[in-house]
């Protein structure tokens, strides 16, 4: 058929060979946490339905403060299906980080990130904290007055960081307050500078995870060397299909979203106006947003909010250093210390979102 | 050549004094003596030293005029007798009619006033003897104002600059110098006997005119020159109040002048929206019950104005009741995403008709309002019918997701049993 | 799905050849028209997003307001920009001019009258020149003018009104 002389052609002059046969030979394995593989998969192709719908948005949208609202408008209302894509991209960017999220839980607990997968762990780390800097930075974009206010708050934050905290915000803002300079910048952080980042980073996760092979649970892993044989399943087509799947039920999942709960456009930002009251960050920032709530005003001499954000950015620092303080995984060894971390960290995260959306 | 040079230069020499001596401005005293001045401005007692000062920021001083151009008396001597004695014209410190005098030799001089600001009028003594100020003035009352009392005596600014008492938005103040003292205004009254109230400043700054000149710094609107005449102050009058108020709110005096009340109302325009304390009208001034001003006068069901009345606030409260409505449908659509901009356009007219409604009530018969509070009515149904539209075109988007959600669905089973299926081959 | 199922082969259930090799195309059929119309469910969209609509841009930056043909000297009409009128006018001239339609008094939307070839608006009797400044009556402001170009094939000219 065609794709066989397609692939001839190619073959008589880039020897795909090396390919075929890694295609045709990868292996996966099979056992009782399989299902966790998924999820890097999902992750990608969502991120991927990110990346078309917003070049789509790109050929509409404005990233003016005089012109962003009414270009998100003309889309909603004028573009066929504008607001499908609108909706879509808004949607996949929670699920995303759900699944990113979602994804790095998995490994954690697994502990996948040990010898000699540190590397891949450290971008995936990296990752997620790209993911996050996406979607803060692409709430800003359609310029209404919940976006507006819930970056002001945000950036505000940064000011907190000790010694840089006022470098860092006007950094951030492009200035003292939230403006236009804002805007341009947020924008070219989302569209350029985080693609860019985001490519070399996710070309480097998928080479590491391609080279490496899947890495399987500690116990099969006992097993393997005790001379047993790890069931597997070929690459194409079993897993594949199994992935497309997956991502059919995202899309399936996307498009209930999109109609049942369809993002509105909301108010054009007034930079004068008071703040609503109940302002708040996305879901995915609840938890640290309620997090700085809570602390007292002062600790041990230091602003309360300077105290959480060093202990957020050094939590941050820890987690990309895992792998190189789990000893015990990396000698194959059970790690409860840090799969009591890994839960402890998923229950603190659970429970401060829940609070943060239902407090008042 | 020789002997012509010289007298070249010597006409020339004479040429250029001529010139310098011919051009000097009439009454121009730059280079003249002003020893009035030398000598006040040394004085210690500040009622004689400050006119000197405030002199300098004078309209009069700039255009070259001094002293003696008002006062009189000889400039040259710095002794005071010398100075002041009656043959050198001194007038002292002009008051009441005198003062008139002084100003009106210039200011009622047609061909000097030409000179100095063309476009100036030269009738101000004319118009001040027919104000109730210069009537009084005439009777002999010198508490009334006369032209120093406003224009100041020796800091005099044009009307322009805005540290001028008669500036705009200074005028209410000056008047209120006056007609504001209780102590000063005892003993007058008005024509029907009872005293001359002192409150008129105070209503005015609750105002829309006022509001309007102070705060939105809209320098034309009134304030007491406006409707009583600058130099011929006085009350309009009975029967004028419709003119002076119609000369910037035209239309309703129209609409008032064919009206039932106007051959009824004394006072015009005042009877129900005040003369001083002007405030913006509501909706609630109209209408069967308190606060509407309709009640002071009607009342009872015999009274067809009362029934009038009732019948033009229900059209309104249902006019505006279904704005605000629609308004709020049509802001949910667009908030949500939908476009509406039709809709917001169309509410605009029906705004339009709101405020030409407010305009034609002025002639006080329901019948001509009632057409275009129907026509607001119609159009308003026509925009929540396309508000409505709009919502439901979310609905319809819904139902179709759902659609291709099921489709979707059918594809994952079929794709399950796939996977199935190719589990069960055998393979390498 | 018991793991060892995947890795041992298999003797398919007793059936018949020739069914299962039906049933096989009839699964895979399913399964690529279901590929197909998916494909095309999601292309379709795409496809239509990428045509631009017919108002060119967000329509509170500029507008049609009518055809150079349709507005003779010394008249004005009416047109939507955004979600408010505005009001073109071609003066005696043959100038043309756009202005906000909206007058700055009281908001009411304001007309031509050729026979002063000024702007007017009924509500309050509020006039302005052809330079949007306020001749008389009670608006307080000028009229917000907009810039107007013509663009188009002669004889079919359009008029293009615009913010800036």
Redesign the interface.
């Known amino acids: 058929m065609i794709q066989q002389r397609v692939l001839t052609w190619l073959d008589e002059r880039l020897d795909l060979s090396g390919l075929r046969h890694f295609i045709a030979e990868k292996r996966v394995p099979v056992h009782a946490h399989e299902v966790w593989y998924y999820l890097g998969g999902l992750t990608l192709f969502l991120f991927a339905v990110q990346v078309a719908s917003g070049i789509l948005l790109i050929l509409y949208y404005r990233p003016s403060a005089e012109e962003a609202y009414e270009s998100v408008q003309f889309i909603v209302t004028e573009v066929q299906f504008g607001w499908l894509v609108r909706n879509v991209h808004s949607w996949s960017a929670n699920l995303l980080i759900a699944a990113a999220f979602a994804h790095f839980f998995s490994v954690f607990l697994l502990k996948s990130y040990r010898k000699p997968r540190e590397l891949t762990w450290v971008t995936g780390v990296l990752l997620l904290f790209l993911m996050l800097a996406f979607g803060f930075s692409g709430y800003l974009l359609p310029w209404n007055e919940l976006a507006f206010f819930a970056t002001k708050v945000g950036t505000g934050m940064a000011g907190a960081v000790p010694l840089i905290g006022d470098w860092l915000m006007r950094f951030l803002r492009g200035g003292d307050d939230v403006t236009g300079a804002t805007l341009s910048r947020f924008y070219g952080m989302h569209v350029a500078v985080l693609p860019a980042l985001t490519t070399l980073l996710v070309a480097a996760h998928l080479l590491l995870v391609q080279r490496q092979g899947m890495s399987v649970p500690l116990d099969v892993e006992r097993r393997a060397r005790a001379g047993e044989r790890v069931p597997e399943m070929p690459f194409f087509p079993n897993y594949i299909l199994r992935d497309v799947l997956a991502w059919y039920v995202a899309i399936a999942l996307l498009a209930a979203l999109a109609a049942l709960y369809p993002w509105e456009l909301g108010r054009k930002a007034d930079a004068f106006a008071p703040v609503p009251a109940g302002i708040r960050p996305e879901w995915y920032f609840l938890a640290v947003f309620h997090t700085l709530k809570l602390l007292p005003s002062h600790i041990l001499g230091m602003e309360g909010e300077q105290v959480g954000v060093v202990v957020a950015s050094a939590a941050a620092a820890l987690l990309v250093l895992v792998p190189f303080l789990d000893r015990r995984s990396s000698d194959g060894k059970k790690s409860p210390l840090f799969t009591a971390v890994a839960l402890f960290g998923f229950a603190y995260l659970l429970v401060f979102t829940l609070l943060g959306h239902y407090a008042d | 050549m020789r002997p012509h040079f010289r007298l070249t230069v010597f006409g020339a020499a004479v040429a250029f004094l001529g010139l310098a001596i011919g051009t000097a401005p009439a009454g121009a005293q730059e280079a003249a003596p002003n020893e009035c001045a030398a000598c006040h401005a040394s004085l210690p007692d500040a009622a004689h030293a400050a006119p000197v000062a405030a002199f300098k920021e004078d309209v009069h001083q700039q255009r070259g005029f001094a002293c003696v151009n008002c006062h009189g008396g000889d400039p040259t001597t710095a002794d005071k007798d010398r100075a002041k004695r009656p043959e050198s014209g001194y007038v002292g410190a002009p008051r009441g009619q005198a003062q008139i005098a002084v100003c009106s030799r210039c200011h009622s001089d047609a061909e000097l006033m030409r000179r100095f600001a063309p476009r100036q009028r030269v009738d101000q003594e004319q118009e001040y003897a027919s104000s109730v100020h210069g009537k009084r003035l005439a009777e002999g009352d010198t508490k009334v104002a006369t032209c120093v009392s406003c224009h100041g005596a020796h800091g005099i600014r044009v009307v322009s600059d805005a540290k001028s008492p008669v500036f705009p938005t200074n005028v209410a103040g000056t008047c209120a110098a006056c007609h504001a003292d209780a102590s000063h205004m005892e003993g007058y009254t008005l024509p029907d006997g009872s005293p001359l109230p002192v409150t008129q400043r105070d209503d005015y700054q609750k105002s829309v005119h006022f509001e309007a000149l102070t705060t939105r710094n809209d320098l034309s609107a009134p304030t007491c020159n406006d409707c009583h005449g600058n130099h011929g102050a006085a009350p309009p009058g009975v029967g004028a109040v419709a003119n002076v108020c119609g000369t910037c709110h035209a239309v309703f005096a129209t609409k008032f002048e064919a009206s039932v009340h106007q051959p009824i109302f004394d006072k015009g325009c005042i009877e129900c929206h005040g003369n001083h304390a002007v405030v913006a009208p509501s909706p609630e001034m109209l209408g069967t019950a308190e606060p509407a001003v309709c009640v002071v006068c009607h009342g009872g069901d015999d009274d067809p104005g009362f029934a009038g009345a009732g019948r033009l606030r229900q059209d309104f409260d249902r006019l505006r009741g279904e704005l605000a409505r629609t308004t709020e449908l049509i802001e949910r659509a667009r908030v949500a995403g939908m476009e509406v901009s039709d809709q917001e356009l169309a509410l605009g007219e029906v705004r339009n008709r709101l405020v030409l409604a407010r305009t034609e009530m002025h002639a006080f018969t329901p019948d001509t309002v009632v057409p275009i509070v129907n026509e607001g009515i119609e159009q308003l149904v026509a925009i929540e019918g396309a508000g409505n539209e709009a919502l439901a075109e979310l609905s319809y988007r819904r139902r179709g997701l759902a659609m291709s959600l099921l489709a979707i669905l059918l594809l994952v089973v079929a794709l399950g049993m796939k996977i199935r299926r190719i589990d069960r081959r055998p393979h390498l | 799905?018991a793991?060892?199922?995947?890795?041992?082969?298999?003797t398919?259930v007793a059936a018949p050849p020739g069914d299962r090799v039906e049933r096989?195309t009839f699964?895979?059929a399913?399964?690529g028209f279901?590929?197909v119309?998916?494909a095309a469910?999601i292309l379709y969209?795409?496809w239509?997003?990428?045509?631009p609509?017919?108002?060119g841009?967000?329509?509170?930056?500029s507008a049609v307001a009518a055809r150079l043909a349709d507005v003779p000297p010394n008249s004005g009409r009416l047109f939507?920009f955004?979600?408010?009128?505005g009001l073109l006018v071609r003066g005696p001239d043959g100038e043309l001019r756009a202005f906000s339609g909206?007058c700055t008094h009281?908001?009411?939307?304001v007309q031509y009258k050729a026979d002063t070839s000024q702007v007017w608006c009924?509500?309050?009797?509020g006039l302005y020149d052809l330079a949007g400044n306020v001749v008389s009556?009670?608006p307080?402001r000028p009229l917000e003018r907009f810039a107007v170009n013509v663009r188009g094939e002669p004889g079919q000219e359009e008029i293009v009104v615009s913010r800036t």
């Not at chain 3, 239509?48 to 045509?51: E, G, S």
């Open positions: 799905m793991s060892d199922e995947r890795t041992t082969s298999n398919p096989r699964l895979d399913i399964l279901g590929f119309s998916t469910a969209p795409v239509r997003y990428l045509i609509p017919a108002s841009e967000p329509a509170t930056a939507k955004g979600s408010r009128p909206v009281l908001d009411c939307t009924a509500c309050h009797n009556g009670p307080p």
